[in-house]
């Protein structure tokens, strides 16, 4: 059951008077500020108390946006993120999320928690999973922030939206969540060291830190898959891009559980899933994944490429249009079994300090 979001305060407790929230452009209106929920009486009382006049009105880079070769971008922190936020890619990141929802059996996580009270999405998007997750535990605050104030007005009673950056400095309180929530950040995040250690600091002893990724690597178990694929060279093409901007897409995958132990956490975790490409599969469930992971991907070409590969490639807009040609018909054409690694890592912040190593 969703309404339209009222006024509670954040799960991240008290917001720094630099950070502007998202949605609207009323500046003083506090549905301009944050998609959130409460009684309407006493609990704007009680959010608008945590808010300075500086943050009640938005700067003119949260509610903008910028414009390049056909595609809508976020104005605020401006360049950190190299996708688009219009409408097509507002689409197709929900069909990711049906994708990914259909190849972890209907599982929003896989970390085992426990009536969580204060949960965090880093990068959510368009809000899908933040509200999916206010479903799913009523009596939890559930908070998503972006770059982008793409999210909507009418969301469940707990769950609200906050732009932010989260490769700055967090505003969360140390030990104030029970659950971190990141998906699909690996290509625009530059130092994930520093984001798991703030996470860690902002979780509870005890709380749970996930982070999943769809790693841009084609792979097939049989021998249908032919030498100079084009699946295969859109998949290095994009990494070798985003490495030119200082992500290191593939690496960060790889290197997940390492860094969460370093961090200090204990219990680390990680599944891995196959993500078909295409319909190849004998098994329904399996096509009905691979079908829409392969829309997903067909839908989402051009924004993927266009900025990556102008700017960290130094293509023209033409050829990075003439290359995507022979792309997309060989993700319809494919007759390859091929797929694309799913990764989930989690970990548990220890309930007492770490100091003997992690496992």
């Known amino acids: 059951m969703t309404e339209q979001s009222g006024s509670r305060g954040s799960p991240s407790g008290k917001l720094s ?22 009684d309407e009486e006493d609990g704007f009382d009680a959010f608008s108390a945590m808010l300075s006049a500086d943050s009640m009105s938005m700067s003119d ?47 929003l996580h896989y970390a085992p928690l426990q009536n ?30 972006d770059l982008s104030p793409i999210q909507p007005n009418w969301v469940p009673r707990n769950v609200q939206f906050l732009v932010d950056n989260v490769e700055e400095e967090w505003v969360q309180p140390a030990n104030s969540l029970d659950y ?13 060291p520093n984001i798991i250690a703030e996470a860690y600091k902002a979780l509870k002893p005890g709380g749970w830190l996930e982070i999943q990724d ?8 049989d021998d249908t898959l032919r030498e100079g694929d084009s699946c295969v060279l859109y998949a290095k093409t994009l990494t070798r891009a985003l490495s030119r901007l200082n992500i290191d897409y593939i690496g960060a995958l790889e290197n997940y559980p390492r860094w969460i ?16 490409l295409g319909t190849w599969p004998k098994d329904p469930h399996q096509a009905k994944i691979g079908l829409y992971n392969r829309n997903m991907i067909y839908d989402g070409l051009h924004g993927f490429s266009i900025k990556p590969f102008t700017h960290g490639l130094g293509w023209t807009p033409e050829e990075v249009e003439v290359f995507l040609v022979d792309i997309r018909k060989a993700l319809l ?27």
């Open 180 to 192: 971190i929530h990141s998906r699909q950040m690996a290509p625009t995040i530059r130092d994930w």
């Open 17 to 38: 008077p630099e950070r502007s929230a998202a949605q609207g452009d009323a500046p003083m209106d506090i549905d301009s500020i944050l998609s959130v929920s409460a």
């Open 61 to 107: 880079d949260v509610r903008d946006y910028v414009f390049e070769n056909s595609r809508r971008y976020h104005k605020y922190s401006e360049g950190r993120y190299h996708f688009p936020n219009d409408d097509a890619e507002q689409e197709r990141e929900d069909m990711q999320h049906a994708m990914v929802m259909l190849l972890c059996d209907g599982k």
């Open 214 to 221: 769809l790693k841009c690597v084609v792979h097939c178990d």
């Open 116 to 145: 969580p009270q204060a949960v965090l999405d880093i990068g959510t998007g368009t809000g899908i999973w933040a509200i999916d997750m206010g479903d799913e535990y009523p009596e939890a605050e559930v908070l998503g922030i």
């Open 261 to 276: 132990r370093e961090a200090g956490f204990v219990n680390v975790h990680e599944v891995v899933l196959k993500a078909p």
């Open 333 to 359: 054409n494919s007759t390859a079994h091929i797929y694309l690694p799913w990764h989930s890592v989690y970990a548990q912040k220890p309930f007492e300090p770490n100091t003997g190593g992690s496992r």
